[in-house]
C-alpha cells in the first residue's frame, strides 16, 4: 500500500484553488492603452480591485488544500 501526502480529497481542492486563480487572473486581462490613446478601462473596480481578491482567494484556498487532511477527521471519530 502506498502512502501519498495528499489524498483525492486534497486533488479536487487543489484543482478548485488554481480555477479560482486563473478566473482572477483573467478578470486582471483587457485592452492596455496605445500610444496616444488613453484607455480609462485599465482603472476599473474589477481590474484594480475584485482581480487581486479573487486571485488572494484563490491562493489561500490552495494554502488550505494542502494542508487539508482528510485522515483527520476519521481519527476524531474513532476516538
Not at 9 to 31: E, K, Q
Amino acid at each position: 500500500m502506498s502512502n501519498f501526502a495528499f489524498k483525492k480529497t486534497n486533488y479536487v481542492l487543489l484543482a478548485i484553488g488554481m480555477a479560482i486563480i486563473i478566473w482572477g487572473f483573467i478578470l486582471m486581462s483587457g485592452s492596455g492603452t496605445e500610444e496616444g490613446f488613453f484607455n480609462p478601462e485599465i482603472f476599473s473596480a474589477r481590474r484594480i480591485r475584485v482581480a487581486p481578491l479573487v486571485s488572494l482567494a484563490g491562493f489561500i484556498f490552495v494554502m488550505y488544500a494542502i494542508m487539508y487532511n482528510p485522515n483527520k477527521k476519521k481519527q476524531d471519530e474513532q476516538e
